[in-house]
C-alpha cells in the first residue's frame, strides 16, 4: 500500500472508531439523563396523589420534602447537562458516519482521491472532532480501547495506536475485520 490508500485506510478506521465512541457516549449520557427525570416523574406524580388524598396540615413536611428532593434532582440534571452531552455526541456519531460513507464511497466507486480531497476530508474531521464539548468518560475510552486495538488506527483521545499490518490489505477498507 502507498501512504494515500495508508492515510485513507487510517482516516477511514478513525472515523469508524470515532462514530463507535459517540454512539456509546450519547447512549450513556441519555441513560443518564433518565435516571434522573425518571424520579422526578415518579415523584411528582406520587406529590399529586397524596396531595388530592391527605389532609392540608398533614402534607405540609411530605410536601416540603418531595419538592426539596425534585429541585435538588432538576438542578443536578442542570449542573451535569446530560441532556447537551447526549445531543453533542449523538450529532458527532452521525457527522462521522457521513464522513465515513463519503469514504466508503470514493473507495467503493474507485473515484481518483486526491491530495485535495484528502485535505477536505481532514479538516471535515478536525472540524467534528473540534465540535465536541466534552470529555469522553474513560470506561467508555478504555472499552473501545480495548475492543479494537490493533484492528483498527485508533484516534488519538484513546492512545492513537496504529492498525496490525497483519489487517492491512491491499484494499483496507473493503477488507477491515469484523469486530465483535
Same mark, same amino acid.
Given at each position: 500500500?502507498?501512504?494515500?490508500?495508508?492515510?485513507?485506510?487510517?482516516?477511514?478506521?478513525?472515523?469508524?472508531?470515532?462514530?463507535?465512541?459517540?454512539?456509546?457516549?450519547?447512549?450513556?449520557?441519555?441513560?443518564?439523563?433518565?435516571?434522573?427525570?425518571?424520579?422526578?416523574?415518579?415523584?411528582?406524580?406520587?406529590? #399529586?396523589?397524596?396531595?388530592?388524598?391527605?389532609?392540608?396540615?398533614?402534607?405540609?413536611?411530605?410536601?416540603?420534602?418531595?419538592?426539596?428532593?425534585?429541585?435538588?434532582?432538576?438542578?443536578?440534571?442542570?449542573?451535569?447537562?446530560?441532556?447537551?452531552?447526549?445531543?453533542?455526541?449523538?450529532?458527532?456519531? $452521525? *457527522?462521522?458516519?457521513?464522513?465515513?460513507?463519503?469514504?466508503?464511497?470514493? $473507495?467503493?466507486?474507485?473515484?481518483?482521491?486526491?491530495?485535495?480531497?484528502? *485535505?477536505?476530508?481532514?479538516?471535515?474531521?478536525?472540524?467534528?472532532?473540534?465540535?465536541?464539548?466534552?470529555?469522553?468518560?474513560?470506561?467508555? *475510552?478504555?472499552?473501545?480501547?480495548?475492543?479494537? *486495538?490493533?484492528?483498527?488506527?485508533?484516534?488519538?483521545?484513546?492512545?492513537?495506536?496504529?492498525?496490525?499490518?497483519?489487517?492491512?490489505?491491499?484494499?483496507?477498507?473493503?477488507? #477491515?475485520?469484523?469486530?465483535?
Amino acid at each position: 500500500m502507498n501512504q494515500l490508500e495508508i492515510l485513507i485506510d487510517d482516516l477511514y478506521d478513525r472515523s469508524l472508531v470515532y462514530i463507535d465512541i459517540c454512539s456509546s457516549c450519547s447512549y450513556y449520557y441519555n441513560r443518564s439523563k433518565y435516571m434522573f427525570s425518571l424520579p422526578i416523574i415518579l415523584i411528582s406524580s406520587l406529590l #399529586s396523589i397524596l396531595n388530592s388524598n391527605m389532609l392540608e396540615n398533614d402534607m405540609k413536611l411530605i410536601n416540603i420534602i418531595l419538592n426539596v428532593i425534585i429541585a435538588l434532582l432538576v438542578s443536578l440534571s442542570s449542573l451535569f447537562k446530560l441532556g447537551e452531552k447526549q445531543q453533542c455526541f449523538r450529532s458527532s456519531a $452521525i *457527522k462521522f458516519t457521513e464522513l465515513n460513507h463519503n469514504l466508503q464511497m470514493a $473507495i467503493t466507486l474507485k473515484e481518483k482521491i486526491t491530495k485535495e480531497y484528502i *485535505k477536505n476530508i481532514i479538516e471535515k474531521y478536525d472540524g467534528i472532532i473540534g465540535g465536541i464539548e466534552f470529555e469522553i468518560p474513560n470506561h467508555i *475510552k478504555t472499552r473501545i480501547h480495548n475492543k479494537y *486495538k490493533t484492528k483498527r488506527t485508533l484516534p488519538l483521545i484513546i492512545n492513537g495506536v496504529e492498525k496490525d499490518p497483519e489487517y492491512r490489505k491491499p484494499i483496507g477498507i473493503l477488507n #477491515s475485520p469484523e469486530i465483535q
